[in-house]
């Protein structure tokens, strides 16, 4: 039985393939496609704040959660984004969205981009 070789001539060694060309980086999404998660994680997080009573550990736990919706709408579009997301949540239920107004703005309150 003959053995397989094992190692190849230099005349018949197979050249390095080409480097594919690097794809092209993608750019940070825009506000407006941030945006909508973001809504619609806010909107899930006012709707349980608004059945809950004002007050207690629950409550500050989602106006945590909500401050962080926050922090992540002023990081990808200022003041701007932090607004539509918050439009976003009071069209949601128009009868309610003063209180919802309330609640966000309580939350968001002194983040850098946010209503003084």
């Known amino acids: ?3 397989p070789r094992t190692t190849v001539p230099a005349s018949a060694a197979p050249s390095t393939p080409a480097r594919p060309p690097a794809e092209p980086i ?11 998660p973001v809504a619609e994680a806010l909107l899930s997080l006012v709707a349980a704040v608004e059945s809950q009573p004002t007050a ?12 962080r919706k926050g922090e992540e709408a ?8 932090m607004e539509a997301a918050l439009r ?4 949601a239920a128009p009868d309610r969205a ?3 107004d ?3 703005d309580k939350a968001w309150a002194g983040l850098p981009d946010w209503r003084s």
């Open 1 to 3: 039985m003959i053995r």
């Open 26 to 36: 993608s750019p940070d999404p825009s506000w407006q496609e941030v945006v909508g």
């Open 56 to 67: 207690g550990p629950a409550v500050k736990a989602f106006q945590a959660a909500i401050r």
């Open 74 to 81: 002023s990081a990808a579009g200022g003041r701007e984004a």
């Open 88 to 91: 976003i949540v009071a069209e």
């Open 98 to 100: 003063e209180r919802r």
């Open 102 to 104: 309330s609640i966000v």
